[in-house]
């Protein structure tokens, strides 16, 4: 999972199999069908899949780009690698002096002081840039090398930074838990969406990014986050929310943060309470947990329920969706499932 | 482990190697500060390939090998330096008001290098459609029409412009 020291390779049929598949889905061929055949392939073959996860990465990455204000920079004409440069850079000298005496001491000594080290505070050299990724029903628990941990929920997928600077978080999308350690560094610690960046000011929050809603949401739970938007040029109007509230942000507005906490916290609990909640909402919800296809036919989508469920196993819910709705669970493998009306 | 052997190796490797190769980025840089940084970086690769796959390098032949390690190194430096001349030139032009705030220009500035690290390695044709596909949101349909090309052309610099960057994080270390 993107860790040092056990990463795939991809051989050259694969990344172009995976190239010439994400061609077809930014192109008008793309059909639901073939998503899913996608998703299907990615899952196949761990090889797929982290072919996948790279240009996926590639893409969000571009993603956080301001198009306007890079373009130029990575549109420049290319320069031929033996040009003469001019510009001195006498203040990284000192390295090398310390390079000598390190070598005798190992590789693990080495890192524990070399500028990458640095860059990662504790030594702890995979986190410099490390990718996590949950599928479908998993989750899982990242300790940083600051102390700091961050709790992925089911399909989520985040990105690690920590420079000798900043310590942030990008998360591409899904549902992260931050507990913020105190940095002997004083790094500020950050979450970056789509929609914005959000900045710890104390230690618990939660952070929800599901394609098509269309905002991020945030819930504190201790302390406070500072939120600005993406597209705000200056950090000066940032807006601040407390513990015991939430907001929600899109490219343009940082909603007033209001109590409570959206139920982003719900899953840390391994629960989903839903309150009169549409079934559309709900299926949506759930298929986030489960591999393969889940979908609810738009006649039942309306149908409101309420209920305490557990998202541990999510066959148990859409079972049980026929004991209190007029509506049927049709299987027709166990990946590809269709709520209907009776 | 077999550190100790591998940690006289290193030694050895360095000791043998440092002057010439010092002396040979200096003909390429033209200055001896970035010749000395460039140098060391190069034996930094080797240490963390050590690190990578828990045995020393094979290095059959030490010359060639960290002649191609420095070598990318100072096309890697050269294109940094010309990455952060454009990105300077971009931010000067803009009305103060528009500048982004330190922190964000710092987040930008980092994902900038990593984008633009991938991308150098693609021909310019196939740089600048993916950066059409993927920077302004065209269609491949717009793509070609901006382009004077076929749209099939387009699709083709697309897939290949995906299969160089997933390809690219093999190389890595």
Same mark, same amino acid.
């Given at each position: 999972?993107?860790?040092?020291?056990?990463?795939? !390779?991809?051989?050259?049929?694969?990344?172009?199999?995976?190239?010439?598949?994400?061609?077809?889905?930014?192109?008008?061929?793309?059909?639901?069908?073939?998503?899913?055949?996608?998703?299907?392939?990615?899952?196949?073959?761990?090889?797929?899949?982290?072919?996948?996860?790279?240009?996926?990465?590639?893409? *969000? +990455?571009?993603?956080?780009?301001?198009?306007?204000?890079?373009?130029?920079?990575?549109?420049?004409?290319?320069?031929?690698?033996?040009?003469?440069?001019?510009?001195?850079?006498?203040?990284?000298?000192?390295?090398?002096?310390?390079?000598?005496?390190?070598?005798?001491?190992?590789?693990?000594?080495?890192?524990?002081?070399?500028?990458?080290?640095?860059?990662?505070?504790?030594?702890?050299?995979?986190?410099?840039?490390?990718?996590?990724?949950?599928?479908?029903?998993?989750?899982?628990?990242?300790?940083?090398?600051?102390?700091?941990?961050?709790?992925?929920?089911?399909?989520?997928?985040?990105?690690?930074?920590?420079?000798?600077?900043?310590?942030?978080?990008?998360? *591409?999308?899904?549902?992260?838990?931050?507990?913020?350690?105190?940095?002997?560094?004083?790094?500020?610690?950050?979450?970056?969406?789509? *929609?914005?960046?959000?900045?710890?000011?104390?230690?618990?929050?939660?952070?929800?990014?599901?394609?098509?809603?269309?905002?991020?949401?945030?819930?504190?739970?201790?302390?406070?986050?500072?939120?600005?938007?993406?597209?705000?040029?200056?950090?000066?109007?940032?807006?601040?929310?407390?513990?015991?509230?939430?907001?929600?942000?899109? *490219?343009?507005?940082?909603?007033?943060?209001?109590?409570?906490?959206?139920?982003?916290? !719900?899953?840390?609990?391994?629960?989903?309470?839903?309150?009169?909640?549409?079934?559309?909402?709900?299926?949506?919800?759930?298929?986030?947990?489960?591999?393969?296809?889940?979908?609810?036919?738009?006649?039942?989508?309306?149908?409101?329920?309420?209920?305490?469920?557990?998202?541990?196993?999510?066959?148990?819910?859409?079972?049980?969706?026929?004991?209190?709705?007029?509506?049927?669970?049709?299987?027709?493998?166990?990946?590809?499932?269709?709520? +209907?009306?009776? | 482990?077999?550190?100790?052997?591998?940690?006289?190796?290193?030694?050895?490797?360095?000791?043998?190697?440092?002057? =010439?190769?010092?002396?040979?980025?200096?003909?390429?840089?033209?200055?001896?500060?970035?010749?000395?940084?460039?140098?060391?970086?190069?034996?930094?690769?080797?240490?963390?390939?050590?690190?990578?796959?828990?045995?020393?390098?094979?290095?059959?032949?030490?010359?060639?090998?960290?002649?191609?390690?420095?070598?990318?190194?100072?096309?890697?430096?050269?294109?940094?330096?010309?990455?952060?001349?454009? =990105?300077?030139?971009?931010?000067?032009?803009?009305?103060?008001?528009?500048?982004?705030?330190?922190?964000?220009?710092?987040?930008?500035?980092?994902?900038?290098?990593?984008?633009?690290?991938?991308?150098?390695?693609?021909?310019?044709?196939?740089?600048?459609?993916?950066?059409?596909?993927?920077?302004?949101?065209?269609?491949?349909?717009?793509?070609?029409?901006?382009?004077?090309?076929?749209?099939?052309?387009?699709?083709?610099?697309?897939?290949?412009?995906?299969?160089?960057?997933?390809?690219?994080?093999?190389?890595?270390?």
């Amino acid at each position: 999972m993107g860790q040092a020291g056990q990463k795939i !390779q991809v051989s050259r049929a694969v990344a172009e199999e995976a190239a010439h598949r994400l061609i077809i889905l930014g192109s008008d061929e793309s059909t639901d069908e073939y998503q899913q055949e996608c998703r299907h392939w990615c899952q196949q073959d761990p090889e797929h899949e982290e072919a996948w996860r790279r240009a996926i990465n590639l893409q *969000h +990455k571009m993603g956080l780009l301001p198009g306007w204000l890079v373009k130029d920079a990575l549109q420049r004409p290319p320069v031929s690698g033996l040009e003469q440069s001019g510009v001195e850079q006498p203040e990284r000298r000192h390295h090398l002096t310390a390079l000598i005496g390190l070598i005798m001491a190992g590789p693990a000594a080495y890192l524990a002081l070399s500028p990458d080290a640095r860059q990662v505070g504790l030594g702890q050299w995979h986190h410099l840039t490390a990718d996590y990724h949950t599928r479908a029903g998993e989750q899982q628990q990242v300790e940083l090398s600051d102390g700091s941990t961050v709790s992925l929920n089911t399909s989520t997928s985040v990105s690690i930074h920590y420079s000798a600077e900043q310590r942030l978080i990008v998360l *591409h999308q899904g549902e992260i838990e931050v507990i913020t350690a105190k940095d002997i560094q004083q790094r500020p610690l950050s979450v970056r969406t789509a *929609h914005g960046l959000m900045t710890a000011l104390g230690t618990r929050f939660m952070v929800r990014l599901i394609p098509g809603e269309g905002q991020t949401t945030l819930a504190v739970q201790e302390g406070a986050v500072a939120v600005s938007l993406a597209t705000e040029h200056q950090s000066t109007s940032a807006r601040v929310t407390h513990a015991g509230q939430y907001t929600r942000f899109d *490219h343009q507005v940082i909603a007033e943060p209001q109590k409570g906490s959206a139920g982003l916290e !719900q899953w840390r609990q391994g629960m989903l309470v839903a309150q009169d909640m549409p079934l559309g909402q709900l299926i949506e919800e759930l298929s986030r947990y489960r591999s393969g296809w889940l979908r609810c036919d738009p006649d039942v989508a309306q149908l409101k329920l309420s209920g305490v469920f557990r998202l541990d196993n999510t066959d148990q819910i859409l079972n049980s969706l026929s004991l209190s709705l007029p509506v049927t669970v049709v299987y027709r493998t166990p990946y590809w499932v269709s709520v +209907k009306s009776i | 482990m077999q550190a100790q052997g591998a940690e006289y190796q290193m030694h050895h490797l360095y000791v043998q190697n440092h002057d =010439w190769l010092s002396r040979w980025l200096y003909t390429k840089l033209g200055c001896c500060h970035q010749a000395a940084d460039i140098c060391h970086d190069a034996f930094i690769r080797i240490l963390q390939k050590w690190r990578h796959q828990g045995h020393f390098p094979d290095i059959e032949q030490p010359k060639a090998y960290l002649t191609t390690v420095a070598g990318r190194l100072v096309t890697d430096h050269f294109r940094k330096q010309s990455l952060e001349q454009a =990105w300077q030139e971009s931010l000067a032009s803009l009305p103060e008001k528009d500048v982004p705030s330190p922190q964000l220009l710092l987040q930008l500035r980092e994902t900038l290098e990593e984008v633009d690290r991938i991308l150098n390695s693609l021909p310019q044709a196939v740089r600048d459609t993916f950066l059409l596909s993927q920077l302004d949101g065209m269609t491949y349909k717009q793509i070609a029409e901006q382009l004077q090309v076929s749209e099939r052309t387009v699709k083709r610099y697309m897939a290949q412009a995906f299969a160089a960057c997933i390809l690219l994080e093999n190389d890595e270390v």
